[in-house]
């Protein structure tokens, strides 16, 4: 783990998304199998028969090294021959499955048919593709986003993929949140965390069903309390997404379209907010939120800005520990 903070070992991510993807990749190069991402899975969905987790494998897919950087989701050199022949049966094939994607889903689901654990099934796919970081489903139950809009609720991936995100977004809800339960490996991850940190996920889809998932919000605030403290990253830069939704689902649901508007959603939770340089002057709204505000180039365009990025907030993360301390 050279060229780590000292202070830092284990270190706990909520992800969900390209954004936590590649904030992932880069804690990884650092912190190597000190660093454990708690996934969101609420967007998971079934396909042809088949369970798709796609938070989960973009996060995966990106750890390994194998995903499709152009895209921000699937695998790089990824061909679709079983969505063509989906399509010539008159199949629905909005939601298309690469074929080596293919490959996760098959046993996917052959292993949780057979009565596996979600998170045992998500260890085994992990170590087969040599992923250092641990990667924990947020919950082995089912939870699923919905969005109202004006037609009524829909599920997440008929609003993100087949509708091409435009209907706005009115509410949100998370079916089979109250009824699910944190699992034993993430309740560990936050236990023995030195730091936490909130990936520049969407706050709505991706960090907020995760903190949905009975204890896991519980766990956090227990390690912040224990001295660990909460870094969160703005996916906003310059009032915009860097990719997918947040802007508008900030503004459908009354909130400031800024990376200040982002820090408004992790008032008691985080500690620390880094944000990008172009928003530096929303800094001082930031502290005024009772935030420690870190400034830094947040965007990962290569491998490189990734792990800069990374070491940025595990500084910052270890500078609040220490702060924390005297």
Do not use: C
Not at 79 to 90: I, K, Q
Not at 287 to 301: F, Q
Request: proline content about 5%; aromatic content about 6%.
């Amino acid at each position: 783990m050279a060229g780590m903070p000292p202070t830092l070992e284990r270190v706990v991510l909520l992800a969900g998304g390209v954004g936590g993807a590649r904030l992932a990749h880069g804690l990884q190069a650092v912190l190597d199998d000190g660093l454990a991402v708690v996934v969101n899975t609420a967007d998971d969905l079934d396909r042809h028969g088949l369970l798709v987790s796609p938070d989960h494998d973009t996060v995966m897919y990106t750890l390994a090294g194998i995903d499709n950087p152009e895209w921000g989701w699937g695998i790089a050199g990824e061909t679709f021959a079983n969505a063509e022949m989906l399509d010539r049966y008159g199949e629905e094939t909005w939601f298309r499955l690469g074929d080596r994607d293919l490959a996760t889903h098959l046993v996917r689901t052959r292993r949780i048919r057979a009565g596996d654990r979600p998170t045992d099934v998500a260890r085994d796919l992990q170590r087969a593709l040599a992923v250092r970081a641990q990667l924990l489903p947020m919950t082995d139950q089912a939870v699923r986003t919905e969005v109202l809009t004006s037609d009524g609720w829909l599920e997440f991936q008929d609003y993100f993929v087949r509708l091409h995100q435009e209907p706005e977004v009115l509410d949100l809800r998370f079916a089979g949140a109250e009824d699910a339960t944190a699992t034993p490996e993430v309740l560990a991850a936050f236990a023995a965390a030195e730091a936490i940190v909130i990936g520049p996920s969407n706050p709505f889809v991706s960090v907020q069903p995760i903190l949905a998932v009975p204890g896991i919000e519980a766990a956090l605030q227990t390690a912040r309390g224990d001295g660990a403290p909460v870094v969160a990253v703005s996916g906003i830069i310059g009032g915009r997404a860097v990719k997918g939704p947040a802007d508008r689902m900030l503004r459908s649901l009354g909130y400031e379209v800024s990376a200040l508007g982002v820090a408004r959603q992790y008032t008691g939770l985080a500690d620390v907010f880094v944000l990008d340089r172009v928003d530096e002057a929303l800094a001082p709204g930031v502290e005024a939120l009772g935030l420690r505000a870190v400034v830094a180039d947040t965007l990962m365009t290569d491998d490189a800005a990734r792990e800069r990025l990374a070491r940025e907030v595990l500084g910052a993360a270890a500078a609040a520990r220490r702060a924390d301390r005297t």
